[in-house]
């Protein structure tokens, strides 16, 4: 109340919340990119907004960087999370995709949760589908990235660094030939001079 937090966005973010469990129980998996990112509108882009809000910052071009930073860091932690989401029967790898390049939700999932390594050309299919779905992200966060300029002081600084975060993490996964249902790859200590210099130059 305090703030004036537009209750939909909240209600979106609780939505989301009951739809990963229906989801989950159901061992449902999305059909498309289109229905992942339906996803991501109620999961993750409120939280950008929400921010917006405090910062006084609404006019529609903000607002749509903002969906495009925040979706590309939930897909980014959906690719990055494989070996441990497979286990847990968390599928979020679209359909059309798996089909596009051979593959079934069984070739990842038996990788990630029964060590059982892929023959090599099905590894490299898994690779170039994982690879094709961290490009997106990619994009998606470079689309949003001038939205960091635009947010005042520390808040301003915060968002480069985790714009930064966000595609580091895909380099880590480019360096792991995108096979991170095999391991799940990190930021570490040796990336922050790599990030606070890269923030610095946006």
Do not use: K
Request: net charge positive; proline share 5%.
């Amino acid at each position: 109340r305090q703030h004036r937090l537009p209750g939909p966005l909240l209600h979106d973010l609780l939505s989301a919340f009951e739809q990963d469990v229906r989801h989950t129980a159901a061992g449902h998996a999305y059909t498309d990119s289109a229905e992942l990112l339906a996803y991501c509108r109620l999961s993750a882009n409120p939280v950008g907004r929400l921010l917006l809000h405090l910062y006084g910052v609404g006019d529609e071009t903000a607002l749509q960087q903002s969906d495009r930073i925040c979706s590309a860091l939930q897909l980014i932690n959906f690719w990055q999370d494989l070996s441990v989401d497979l286990p847990r029967q968390r599928h979020y790898l679209p359909e059309d995709l798996l089909q596009r390049h051979g593959l079934a939700r069984a070739d990842f999932s038996l990788a990630a949760t029964a060590g059982r390594a892929p023959a090599a050309a099905t590894q490299a299919r898994m690779a170039a589908a994982i690879a094709e779905l961290c490009s997106q992200a990619r994009a998606m966060m470079q689309d949003g990235a001038p939205l960091c300029c635009r947010i005042p002081g520390r808040a301003g600084w915060e968002l480069r660094l985790v714009v930064q975060g966000g595609l580091r993490i895909l380099d880590h996964l480019q360096s792991l030939d995108h096979c991170s249902w095999q391991v799940r790859p990190r930021l570490r200590a040796t990336d922050l001079p790599r990030l606070a210099l890269r923030a610095a130059r946006m």
